[in-house]
């Protein structure tokens, strides 16, 4: 499996980036796709997820309103797309293919992990 994460950076307070989750290798297909992320010193936790077709997605309370995610199963692609950041969503974030279509939020369901992608949002 082949996940690459990208469009991580550093920003200011307010500001907004892309994520890209790039799966070279198809894995993708026919499973839901989540994102999550991990600050310092925390443990890694839910922030999207979008099932297979793409009509419903999910979010942490943290980021709804603010998060968007969706997907192009043509280009194997889901992004993430993060506007008004926040200082707290200083995080390495992850992308992971799901075991099955449906969204969910527990992290045991996820089954291939791509390397992460730092964010870092300044105050």
């Known amino acids: 499996v082949q996940l690459q994460a990208s469009g991580g950076g550093f920003v200011q307070a307010g500001g907004f980036l892309r994520l890209s989750c790039a799966d070279s290798?198809?894995?993708?297909?026919?499973?839901?796709v989540g994102w999550f992320r991990q600050a310092p010193g925390k443990e890694r936790e839910f922030v999207a997820a979008?099932?297979?077709?793409?009509?419903?997605?999910d979010y942490a309370d943290s980021v709804k309103g603010r998060f968007t995610i969706s997907r192009d199963n043509a280009k194997n692609t889901v992004y993430l797309q993060m506007n008004s950041l926040k200082p707290e969503d200083t995080a390495v974030y992850y992308c992971?293919?799901?075991?099955?279509?449906?969204?969910?939020?527990?992290?045991?369901?996820?089954?291939?992990w791509g390397q992460g992608t730092q964010v870092t949002v300044s105050s």
């Open positions: 979008i099932s297979w077709r793409g009509p419903t997605t």
């Open positions: 290798k198809r894995t993708s297909s026919n499973n839901a």
């Open positions: 992971a293919v799901a075991l099955g279509p449906t969204v969910t939020k527990t992290r045991d369901r996820y089954r291939y």
